[in-house]
């Protein structure tokens, strides 16, 4: 299964950009298209924020305005659309962040997404999650955590190269370097 997390507009070319995000999120169109057959499922996360959602500068957050229900700044980026949709495997589009007054870095913190992902995971028998998307220090990485609390690492695979980060990647490369050196001396 491929994991992406919140690859949308507001995080590449909106809002809230992130550094070097929209060439990694056009290579990663160019590597879903050449991993045509390899996923049975692809699942994108979105932030999906009413307009008055707590995180917001305008509200007393630390975030700008990004990812408002409904807007251009949420959509998935385009360049992903076709080749998400057009190779072999289904795409399912899970949300977070919906409530006004919570936020939900994880995908696994909202209930809802979180129940319907671990059904699909267990129904479908997956047994390795590719996981990328944006931002990797942020969104990517504490759904990373808590897909290792609920599912366990072995079944995680980052793609690093598609993980675009606030922070430069520092944050998720650390990580996985404790995860990797964790495995060898456990």
């Given at each position: 299964?491929?994991?992406?997390?919140?690859?949308?507009?507001?995080?590449?070319?909106?809002?809230?950009?992130?550094?070097?995000?929209?060439?990694?999120?056009?290579?990663?169109?160019?590597?879903?298209?050449?991993?045509?057959?390899?996923?049975?499922?692809?699942?994108?996360?979105?932030?999906?924020?009413?307009?008055?959602?707590?995180?917001?500068?305008?509200?007393?957050?630390e975030?700008?305005?990004?990812?408002?229900?409904?807007?251009?700044?949420?959509?998935i980026?385009?360049?992903?659309i076709?080749?998400?949709?057009?190779?072999?495997?289904?795409?399912?589009?899970?949300?977070?962040?919906?409530?006004?007054?919570?936020?939900?870095?994880s995908?696994?913190?909202?209930?809802?997404?979180?129940?319907?992902?671990?059904?699909?995971?267990?129904?479908?028998?997956?047994?390795?999650?590719?996981?990328?998307?944006?931002?990797?220090?942020?969104?990517?990485?504490?759904t990373?955590?808590?897909?290792?609390?609920?599912?366990?690492?072995?079944?995680?695979?980052?793609?690093?190269?598609?993980?675009?980060?606030?922070?430069?990647?520092?944050?998720?490369?650390?990580?996985?370097?404790?995860?990797?050196?964790?495995?060898?001396?456990?």
């Open positions: 299964m491929l994991l992406v997390v919140d690859p949308q507009i507001d995080f590449i070319t909106g809002t809230l950009p992130v550094p070097d995000a929209e060439k990694q999120m056009d290579e990663l169109a160019q590597y879903i298209a050449g991993q045509d057959g390899t996923y049975v499922l692809k699942v994108i996360t979105t932030d999906w924020h009413p307009y008055d959602h707590h995180s917001f500068v305008s509200q007393g957050g975030w700008p305005i990004h990812c408002v229900r409904n807007t251009i700044g949420a959509a980026y385009p360049a992903l076709e080749p998400l949709y057009t190779t072999k495997g289904a795409v399912k589009v899970l949300r977070k962040g919906v409530f006004r007054d919570r936020e939900e870095y995908i696994f913190h909202n209930l809802s997404s979180a129940e319907c992902l671990k059904g699909i995971i267990d129904m479908a028998g997956i047994g390795q999650i590719d996981i990328c998307g944006i931002a990797g220090d942020i969104c990517v990485l504490n990373l955590k808590d897909g290792i609390e609920i599912f366990g690492k072995e079944i995680f695979n980052v793609l690093l190269p598609y993980c675009p980060s606030l922070d430069g990647g520092v944050a998720l490369q650390t990580f996985v370097d404790n995860l990797t050196r964790d495995s060898r001396h456990g």
